[in-house]
């Protein structure tokens, strides 16, 4: 009786435990890979070093000579962070800028007509500007209009 019911609960806890490691989960877990969010995340936890640094110290855990050296390398490293996100930031403004002159320049090829450069014979469209077909070899009038 004692023997079934230990193996009973032995494999119900390895069911429990197993059920986990066993299951098909389709749920993705979202990760942050960006440079800025590496960057917080070493920075939050330098703080969170710094916190339990001075705890330690005022619970009289470290000595003060420790305490000043590790204080100042978690600072300098904080320092070092902090710098590194704001310089990740302005990259960050600079993509922004490009991006803002891509789409400009876009819209204004698209305003503008543009010669066309369809091959008569084969039909062919070509990059601009060209003098023969690509796809044939056969010349390309670019006085010709899309209309």
């Known amino acids: 009786m004692e023997l079934g019911i230990a193996l009973l609960i032995t494999a119900s806890l ?3 435990v197993m059920t986990p490691l066993l299951s098909r ?3 993705a877990v979202p990760v942050d890979v960006t440079m800025a969010a590496h960057l917080k995340r070493r920075r939050l936890v330098v703080y969170e070093n710094l916190q339990d640094l001075e705890f330690e110290y005022k619970a009289g855990k470290i000595a003060t000579e420790d305490y000043e ?3 100042t390398n978690y600072r300098a490293e904080a320092a070092g962070l902090m710098a590194a996100s704001m310089e990740a930031e302005s990259v960050d403004a600079a993509d922004a800028l490009i991006e ?3 789409a400009a320049r876009r819209a ?3 305003a503008k007509p543009q010669d066309d450069y ?3 014979k084969c039909g062919f469209e070509n990059p601009l500007p060209v003098k023969f077909c690509g796809e044939c070899g056969a010349p390309l009038s670019p ?3 899309k209309n």
């Open 14 to 16: 390895a069911i429990f």
């Open 25 to 27: 989960s389709t749920e």
């Open 118 to 120: 369809t091959c008569a």
């Open 108 to 110: 204004e090829r698209k």
């Open 100 to 102: 803002r002159e891509i």
């Open 69 to 71: 050296s590790l204080r």
């Open 143 to 145: 006085a010709r209009k």
